[in-house]
């Protein structure tokens, strides 16, 4: 049974950089689907960060453009979100997903890694 399984949160000051990482393992064909960061910041709703589809196309939510890159190795079945110049604003439990396909996948989440940053 596939399943994602993220890592790499932590803490950091305003400015500074983390990387986060999510393994989907148990699936063959991770170069096909639609991987996603989502976070959800403290006393708020869960908002989709970036999405990253089969064909190398990336969005972004207005916030982070320009500072988060999301980026993927389907060799390796990860997905990358490289996050820069952060901010306060930033503080959530980041979540990876693989999002449903076809209507014959279901959707996949992780169980979510925290991201404080704090001076």
């Known amino acids: 049974q596939a399943q994602v399984v993220e890592s790499g949160g932590g803490s950091v000051q305003p400015g500074g950089s983390l990387g986060l990482s999510c393994v989907l393992s148990?699936?063959?064909?991770?170069?096909?689907?639609?991987m996603a960061w989502y976070r959800q910041p403290p006393g708020k709703q869960r908002e989709l960060v970036a999405s990253?589809?089969?064909?190398?196309?990336?969005d972004y939510h207005d916030s982070v453009k320009d500072r988060f890159v999301i980026f993927r190795d389907d060799r390796k079945n990860t997905l990358y979100l490289e996050m820069n110049n952060l901010e306060p604003e930033d503080t959530a439990v980041y979540y990876c997903?693989?999002?449903?396909?076809?209507?014959?996948?279901?959707?996949?989440w992780g169980q979510g890694t925290l991201v404080t940053v704090s001076s």
């Open positions: 148990g699936e063959k064909k991770f170069a096909e689907f639609t």
């Open positions: 990253l589809n089969a064909a190398r196309r990336s």
């Open positions: 997903k693989r999002e449903p396909k076809s209507g014959l996948w279901s959707e996949i």
